[in-house]
Structures are given as C-alpha cells and as structure tokens.
C-alpha cells in the first residue's frame, strides 16, 4: 500500500495534472491550426477552438468564455499578436503551468516579413519589418506547424509520444501530398495577375510563385482612403487584372470604387463554414486554391491564351 501510494506520488509529481486518463487540454486559436492540432492528438483528446472562421481574428474580441477556456488550458497554441492581437493580455497574464506555442516566434518555419503596401510605401522606412502572420497558408509550413506542435505534446503527455508520432507522419504525408497537388495546378498561372482585398496570401504566393498585382487594403480592418482606392483601381487596369479577391470575413466592407473592375470572389484563409474538425486544413485550402485557380484559367481562356 505505501508502496503504491509512493508510485502514485512519483506519477502526480512527473506528470501534468491531465483529469483522469484525458489528454492535455488544448486550445487553438484559428480553424486551420485547430485542424493542425486535430490531427496529431486524434485518439488522445480533441484541441478546442477559440475563434471561429467566421470571424476575422484580427478584429475578433474574446467572450468572457472563451477566455475562461484559454485560462484553464495545458498549452495554447496561436499565431501571436500580429494575427490575434485579442489573445495577448490573457496569454501574457496566463498561469505558470500553462504552456504556450507562439508560431509566429517559430525560427524553424519559413517566415516572410510584411509587404509595405502601397498606401505606405511613400512612408518614411523605419518601426522595424514585422513578420507576416498568414504562415499557415504554406502548406510546407503546415507540414513544420505539425511537427512543432507533436514536439509540445509529446512533453506534456509524454505517455501518448508514440501516438502523437503516429499521428503526426500521416498529417505529414497529407500535408505533402497536398501541396504537390496544389503545385501542379497552379504551375500555368505563374504569370496571371490578381488582386487581394488584404495582404494575406504572401506564404501561397511565395511558394508557388504567383503574382499578387495589389492588395486593396493595408489594414483589414480600417478603411482605405478614396486616393488610395483610386491609385489601386488604376493600377488594376494598368495590370489588366480579371480576378479581384475579397474575404468573407470581410464581406461588410466595400472593396473597390471602379465601375469597371471584374466580379468580386471570395478567398477565404480561415475556413468558414466547414466542420472545425481535423480535414479542415485540407478543405480550405483546396477550396481557396480552386476559386483562386478558376478564376485565372477563365480570364486566361477569355484572352484566348493560346501558347
Ligand atoms: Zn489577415
């Protein structure tokens, strides 16, 4: 017996205080890194979701719950203060046993600084170059999200490690697999021209080398001036853009004053609408890829590219 009671000790000692046999509690700030954490904890529990794709996690404010949900977790796992500035007080105030995984921090991701967009660019230089928060939309940076976030887990659970590398080798073949897909449809659309309602596509751009001719806002979530608007409606002409993208985490703010810009589609980074469950990566980003990809093969066929 106090034998027994010496082990049970040993283990209450070593061992996070996991409720019964559960898993570490998780919370994940966005869809598509929920979808991330899904995956590599399948079989061990299921990571919680903060914010909803619906909303945009720039401009989104924590509800009393949700912040009692961030409170109470093991790890929590977001982008940083660049994407999800509402995050930052509870995170910097948080208990000392709860760990935290900022990506953003994450020397081992591929990391592009922000564009000056052209409403600042006539801004004297200087305030430092901030690192762009849409990193997720790398699938290869997905691939090293995975890999982090196993590395958390099997700290914390170190029980379930073996599970953890299981899960986390299928979400790397998948993740694979996926961007070569995304590789070879995208590949003749190298030089088709676009524009972006707000500057989050620089990691899909990058890696498959697209060319992004403008982006409508600096800040998604402030307006734009009717000089800036203008400047960007001559340049969308000037480029001859067919394709415009807004997001419908945005949908309430009107994008363009140019009479004879194209339709409007809708590129969404986050995930709306879909099932917030371990497929939710994959989806979005084929959905995104696809809309993106659609409208540049139609205008490309509409000029009759032929070569
Ligand atoms: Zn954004």
């Known amino acids: 017996m106090l034998k027994l009671l010496a082990w049970a000790m040993m283990i209450a000692l070593t061992s996070p205080a996991f409720a019964g046999d559960a898993g570490p509690r998780v919370v994940v700030s966005i869809a598509p890194l929920h979808s991330l954490a899904a995956q590599v904890m399948a ?15 720039h401009s989104v404010a924590l509800k009393p719950s949700q912040a009692r949900a961030l409170a109470r ?5 977001w982008i940083g203060g660049a994407l999800e500035p509402s995050l930052h007080n509870a995170i910097a105030a948080r208990p000392s046993r709860q760990q935290v995984l900022t990506l953003i921090d994450s020397r081992t991701l591929h990391r592009l600084a922000g564009r000056r967009q052209a409403a600042e660019r006539s ?20 691939r090293i999200i995975v890999r982090l976030i196993t590395t958390r887990l099997q700290t914390l659970d ?13 979400a790397d073949a998948r993740l694979r697999a996926l961007s070569h897909a995304i590789a070879a449809r ?8 676009f524009m972006v309602f707000h500057d989050a596509y620089q990691y899909l751009e990058y890696r498959y080398h697209l060319k992004n001719a403008g982006i409508i806002r600096s800040h998604p979530e402030q307006g734009a001036s009717a000089y800036h ?11 001859n853009v067919a394709c415009v993208f807004a997001e419908p985490q945005f949908a309430a703010a009107p994008v363009f004053n140019d009479p ?32 993106l990809a659609g409208c540049l093969e139609r205008a490309a066929g509409d000029k009759g590219v032929t070569q």
């Open 43 to 57: 079989g061990a529990g299921e990571p919680a979701l903060l914010i909803d794709a619906a909303a945009s996690p």
């Open 73 to 77: 977790a093991d790890l929590v796992i």
């Open 123 to 142: 801004r004297p230089a200087g305030a430092g170059d901030v690192i762009d928060p849409h990193l997720w939309l790398d699938p290869d940076n997905a």
């Open 158 to 170: 170190p029980a379930r490690a073996a599970l953890y590398a299981r899960n986390a080798a299928q």
């Open 186 to 193: 995208l590949e003749p659309l190298r030089d088709a021209p």
């Open 229 to 239: 608007l203008r400047r960007i409606a001559e340049e969308r002409r000037a480029a």
């Open 260 to 291: 004879s810009a194209p339709a409007i589609r809708y590129l969404d980074p986050l995930g709306r609408g879909l099932p917030a469950d371990p497929d939710l990566y994959q989806k979005m980003i084929i959905r995104l890829v696809d809309t």
